[in-house]
Each structure stands twice: as C-alpha cells, then as structure tokens.
C-alpha cells in the first residue's frame, strides 16, 4: 500500500485497470504526444454552465429579490448582509476545499494539518495588520511569503513519512501550530480569546456597511483563482504526474521521475491556497480565534467538504464545501426559530447541532455513496463524465 | 531535586492514561489498517457515563462506588465502540480509507450530540476524597491519582501482554495482524477478532477518559476531551510504531515523561505555558527522521 488513498478501491481489478491508465496517459504526456486521454469535466457544457453561475453569482448582491426559508441570514432578503456573508464563507471554504482536493484528491496525500497553513493566512494577516500596523498589500505579500516558507519546510519534513504516517505528522505540527497560536507569542495572536482586526490601515472600500458587497465580491474572486490555480495544476503535465503518484508511487519512479518533487509542489500549492483563503477570511470575519482558525476540527471540517463533494474532481470540492457551510448556517438559524423551542427533547437536541447533522450526513454518504456529490451526479447523468 | 520524583511520577501517570487510548488504536491499526478516529469519542463517552452514574449515586464518593464508575465508563466505552465496529466499520471492510472517514464522521457527530445534550460546559464528577489527596513519600507529596493511574495502566499493559500471548483469541489477533488472508484461509472468524479489539480498545478508552477527568483535570469531563487527548494518543501510536504493542507503552511512557518535565521546568516562564505540548510533536519529528517506522514498528 504505498499510496493511501489510491488503494481504496472496491474492486481490485478496476483498481489495476486505473492504475495502468493513468500511468499510460503520463508516458503519452511526458513523450510529447499532446493531451490524450479522456477529457474529465463536461466540456463546452461545463464551460457555458461554470460561466452562467458564476455570472448570475456575480450580480447577486445588488439583487434585492425576496426569498423565503431558504436564506441563510436573519432577513429574507438575497443581498442582506447576513445571506451575502454566509455565502462568502461559503466562497473562501470552497476555494480551500479545492485547493485540498489537489493534496488528498489528486496526489493522494492525505494530510491533516491542512489548518495551520489557514490559520497562518488568518494569524500573519492578522498580526501584520492589528499589532504592526502595516498597510494591506505588504501584509499580504508578507503573510503569503510566511505561508510559502512555512510550507515548503514542514512539507519536506512529513513528506518523509508515508501513509497513516504522514497524516499524523501533519496532524501534529498543525496541533504545534495550534498550540503556538494559544501561547499569545509577544502579544501576537492574542492567545485564547483572538485577535480582532484592526481596520485603521484597510482600504475604505472593505471598511464599513458598504464593504459587505466589496468582501462578498472578493471571496467569489478568490474562490475563482483557488479553482483556476487547481484547474491549471491538474490538467498540466505535472497534474498527470500527481495522478500517476496517487496511483502507485513505486511505478512513477520505474517511469523515472523522482516523486518527491512532485508531492512537495503539491503539498505547497495546496498549502498557499489556504493562506490565502485565510487572509480573505479573516477580512470577511474582522476577527481571528483559535478555535474557529486554528484547531484540528477546521481541518476535519475541510477533509468533510472534499469528501462530501467528491474525491478528484475539483468541482465536488466546491459544491461539498458550499453545501456544508450553507447548511451548518441554515441549521443554525433553523435551530434560533421561536417554534423550534416547542419540539420535543428527542428532536430539538440533536437538530440544534449543526456538527451532529452534518456527521450524520457524512457518514451516510461514505456508506452509500462513497463518491459524494460529484459520484451520485455521475450515477444520474453519466453522460456528465 | 525534591519536586524531581513527584514529576516523574506525574508523567508516568499521564503516560499511563495516553497507553490506555494507545493500545487500543494500536491493536486495531494492527489488525484492520483502520486508523480509529472515534477513539477520542469513546473515551469522552465514557468520562460521561462516570459522570452521569456518579451524580445519580448516593455512594458516588465511596472507594467501592467509584470502582463501579470506573467499571461503567470501561462498559460504556467497550458497548460504544463494538457497535462502531458492527454498525459502521463491518460495511466497509477492505476500503481502509472509507472506515478511516467514517470513524471521522462519527466523531464529529458525537461530539455534536455531547454539546447538545450536556451544553459546552464542563461538568464535574463525584469522586472520592482519598482520590484527590496526596500521599507522603519521605518529603514528595504525591497525588493519591498518579498512583491509581500508574496501577491501571499497568495492570491493562500486564492483561493486554497475557491475552495476546496466552489465550486463542489473542493469538488470533496476533495473527491477522501478520496475514489476515491466511488466518482467514485457516477457517478462523477474523471478523469477530475485528469486534474483540474495538471492544478492547473501547474499554481502555473509556477508562482513560474518566482517569483523565479524574487525575489531571480536577474531576472535569467536557464533550471536546477526546479530540483533545487522541492527537497525544495519535503521536504516542506513531512514536511507537504503528501496530506495536510494546513500541506504545514505550512512547507512552516517552511522551508523558517529555511533556511533564518540559512544561515543568520550562513551561513556568511567560510565553511558554504550551511548550511542554509543542516539544512532544518535536519529539515525534525527530523520531520519525530518524526511524520512519517508530520506536519498535515493522519498516514499511
């Protein structure tokens, strides 16, 4: 078993049969014979389709549309600020989650330390902006130049570990992270109770009521550039080589590329991704706590997203992410109804806990649809794949 | 020089409670390649069921009402984690990644329900005096607790060794986690030895999370313990080498002895209140650096 998650599959043939092709696409790709292979995604479809939402996306916050039930936010109204705010959670989560897809789904690197490189995003932001007063622009490039450093040296570290093994190295130096975090080193992260941010050096446009629509906007931005950086990095040669490592590491290296390289470039993609989400959300949120940013359970929470939505396959990712967000805020809201208080002990407990449902459901989908979201579209419209 | 025996008996108590959550993990990583995330669940499951026994009991502060507490929680844990195993796990057998997930999701569901029904706060179980007392030794003062934890895991480390060498199902474990074909080709029921080590680990589970409760956090059970505990009880598996008894009663013993002196005798100054934790995941870097498999762990 030297890949872990390339090894789980029902059937052992279907396994071989992928392993070869997707060997067989690399040495086509890597001789020089142009893409071949079956093109993943719906083509010209998924195009049209991918452009119409994102479109309709886009013109959503000055869509003053009344909409009742479903709206995440307090007033039924769709460019409320509670609904736009949920929604770019939604956005900086789906771009994380595809950005982990490339790590876990792709290359078959199963990390769990997925966080620290988001609460670095969060915390360095965080610090730069609140406790040294920096402008924006070289806070960020700061923070992602932190996010880079950090990850290129803790990834060559766990990459020496494989399997079970490297998940629980990542595990624990994100904890170490945690825990750092926790200690309020110089008076930087604040310790236990956060670090609020400070706006005084912010641009005006993502300060104040009229920054809801701007920070809205600005997650859709970053969701965008996550899913196109993981767009790019799969379907270039490299994403082959990531698919052939998922497969059988042993066999890339009979093919005689080095596959250390190749799972570094993709811890650190993966990695400067959620810096960045971090960055985003913590203009979103105005605040960094450690436990909402930096514990095990983001990391948890993210593992949850990609799989719900669908291992390797990008858009799964997203729509996983985007499902569970929304729906951890719906039930919340669900849960704060006056009515809600009626309902009898044996309902109201579990249905006011947002974690408890969305367990639920995720073991439901590993025991009947172990392709998530994305394997039950492809079951109902083949003709997708 | 004085405070130096205490320490070391407090980290040898706390390596105890982290070898109780280990060998359970370990003896199923063994057997199943299944990394049992719902572990950190069984042992807040059963501080829990300590919690509710003893403050429904009159005799909750009696040496005799606390054993029967104990001997719940253990109950609690083993119940749990054996319909983990026959609900959850049994469904899944040969996609180690999908039981690794839905051990995930079972604790992420758990927790939820801990939190609704208990709510977020702490809750504090009945103990008796003696448990919270010290005990002289010439000058050391030492927790009465340490010792109870320290003869625990002992005493689990010491059954744990005879089962697996002396009985047949213990044998059997031993095996499969060799070659589960061929002792399955023997005509051997392995999927009931799959059941035995959830049941098992569930136990020790339990225990551990009411012992900790008890023993380091002044009697406090809160639905996050687990999570908090099985990332030590993680590193303590993977010191030790994955699927090692043996490897994880040394890490155990490692980690709980690093941790205590760290944050003793350099936790104390400003800024550092975390180090004794951040220093055992150092410990787990140079390790694994240094051998990939662990402390006693086959290479893989």
Known sequence: MSSLLGSDQPAAERHEAGTRAALARLGRRLAGAGPAGTRRGGGRIGVIVTGCVLAILAVLPLVTLQIPWILPGPVDVLNSAGTLEVLGLCFVFAGVAAGFDLLIGFTGLLSFGQVLYFATGVYVLDAALSVWHWALLPAAALTMAVGGVLAVLLGSISLKARGIAFAMVTLAFAQAGYYLIEDNPHGLTGGDSGLVMSTSRLPAFLVGVASTRSLYWLTLAFLVAAYGITWLATESVTGQVFLAIRESERRTEVLGLRPFPFKLASFVISSLIATAGGMVYLLLVGTAAPDAVASTTVTVSILVMVVLGGLGTRWGAVIGAIVYVYLQQYLLKIAAEPSFATLPAVLRVPLSQPDFLLGAIFIAFILFAPGGIAGLARRWWPARS | ?300
């Open chain 2, 1 to 300: 020089m004085s405070t130096f025996v205490a320490i070391t008996i407090s980290g040898l108590a706390l390596g105890s409670v982290y070898f109780l959550i280990a060998s359970g993990l370990s003896l199923i990583y063994g057997l199943m390649d299944v990394l049992n995330f719902a572990h950190g669940i069984f042992l807040t499951l059963g501080a829990y069921a300590g919690f509710d026994l003893a403050s429904r009991m009159s005799a909750a502060a009696d040496p005799a009402g606390f054993l029967l507490t104990a001997a719940v929680a253990a109950a609690c844990g083993a119940v749990i984690a054996a319909m983990t195993e026959l609900v959850l796990i049994r469904p899944l057998y040969g996609r180690p990644v999908s039981q690794i997930l839905v051990t995930i999701g079972l604790d992420v569901a758990l927790v939820g329900l801990l939190l609704g029904i208990y709510g977020s706060n702490a809750r504090v179980i009945t103990v008796p005096a003696w448990l919270t007392g010290v005990t002289s030794l010439g000058s050391e003062r030492i927790p009465n607790g340490d010792f109870v934890a320290l003869g625990t895991g002992a005493a689990v480390l010491a059954a744990l060794g005879w089962f697996l060498r002396r009985t047949r199902y213990g044998i059997i474990i031993r095996a499969g986690a060799e070659n589960r074909d061929m002792v399955r080709a023997l005509g051997i029921n392995v999927g009931r030895a799959f059941t035995l080590v959830f049941t098992i680990g569930g136990a020790a589970a339990g225990l551990a999370g009411l012992l900790n409760s008890v023993v380091f956090n002044g009697g406090l059970v809160d639905p996050s313990q687990g999570d908090q505990l099985l990332i030590f009880a993680f590193i303590v598996v993977v010191i030790g080498g994955l699927g090692s008894l043996a490897g994880s009663a040394v890490a155990a013993v490692l980690v709980g002895l690093v941790q205590v002196y760290v944050s003793f005798y350099a936790g104390t100054s400003a800024g550092l209140a975390q180090l004794g934790n951040v220093s055992v995941v150092l410990v787990l870097a140079i390790v694994l650096l240094a051998r990939p498999g662990g402390l006693l762990g086959r290479t893989a």
